[in-house]
């Protein structure tokens, strides 16, 4: 297939280049349920999406410098001695990351709390392993978003920067 111009392209903010994968039976059936399930119009549609997890996963893991936005979500028994007390001390510890806190009982035992944050990656991980190290704590995940400043502004109000996930 002809490709278009590289200075043609550069000009178009809608061109999309296109490839070609191969997939055996059994990957490509799997794939198309994946689709199914998920609601993707298109084969293109889930492919991006995959290809963009995956280079933000890759992008994270190599930068630990820059702003991100993220969600901690873990299990605890609230039986456990003082736990309960322990997080929170954490989370007001670190009250310029925590942006807000959700709680839910799932049984007469076990809690679920998810805490979003926002700040460096660095203070963000370092955070997210303080938590999920302390004993009684388990289920512990981050979904990190790497962020980049907008410039500051205002709206005839208090001057910010929004927050724009990469990629």
């Known amino acids: 297939?002809?490709?278009?111009?590289?200075?043609?392209?550069?000009?178009?903010?809608?061109?999309?280049?296109?490839f070609t994968i191969s997939?055996?039976?059994?990957?490509?059936?799997?794939?198309?349920?994946?689709?199914?399930?998920?609601?993707?119009?298109?084969?293109?549609?889930?492919?991006r999406d995959i290809l963009r997890s995956h280079l933000q996963q890759s992008e994270e893991k190599r930068d630990d410098k820059g702003e991100c936005v993220a969600n901690l979500?873990?299990?605890?028994?609230?039986?456990?001695?003082?736990?309960?007390?322990?997080?929170?001390?954490?989370q007001h510890a670190h009250h310029d990351l925590t942006v807000s806190t959700?709680?839910?009982?799932?049984?007469h035992d076990q809690c679920i709390e998810?805490?979003?944050?926002?700040?460096?990656?660095h203070k963000v991980r370092r955070f997210a392993d303080e938590i999920s190290a302390e004993t009684g704590v388990r289920h512990g995940k981050l979904n990190l978003v790497n962020v980049e400043l907008g410039k500051p502004h205002s709206h005839g109000g208090a001057s910010h920067r929004h927050l724009k996930p990469r990629h």
Do not use: W
């Open 23 to 47: 997939l055996d039976e059994k990957l490509a059936a799997a794939f198309d349920e994946l689709i199914k399930e998920r609601g993707y119009a298109t084969r293109s549609e889930a492919v």
């Open 73 to 90: 979500s873990y299990v605890y028994n609230h039986h456990e001695r003082e736990l309960s007390e322990r997080l929170t001390r954490i």
């Open 114 to 121: 998810s805490v979003i944050l926002k700040g460096t990656v």
């Open 102 to 107: 959700m709680h839910a009982h799932l049984d």
């Open 1 to 18: 297939m002809p490709r278009e111009c590289p200075l043609r392209r550069n000009q178009r903010k809608d061109y999309m280049d296109r």
